[in-house]
């Protein structure tokens, strides 16, 4: 699995993308921060102020066919 975290792109197994997911979910307490496609992922760290806006980021982001992760309130 090909995985981008900022401007670089890693090769990870499953297993490590997983627990590199878990780290990442403590960085955002209301955003996105990951999204996922057919063996490509990418960390991100889209912060929101409001559940309107994390959910129109969310409806963007699977449109586009990518799983989204995310955490709310």
């Not at 993308?17 to 990442?24: D, K, N, Q, S, T």
């Not at 209301?30 to 912060?47: F, P, Q, S």
């Amino acid at each position: 699995m090909k995985v981008k975290v900022g401007i670089r792109l890693y090769g990870m197994s499953r297993k490590e993308y997983m627990g590199l997911l878990e780290v990442a979910k403590e960085q955002v307490p209301m955003g996105i921060y990951a999204v996922e496609k057919k063996g490509y992922a990418e960390l991100r760290c889209d912060r929101c102020t409001s559940m309107t806006q994390l959910k129109g980021m969310i409806r963007s982001y699977k449109s586009e066919g990518f799983k989204v992760y995310s955490n709310g309130r």
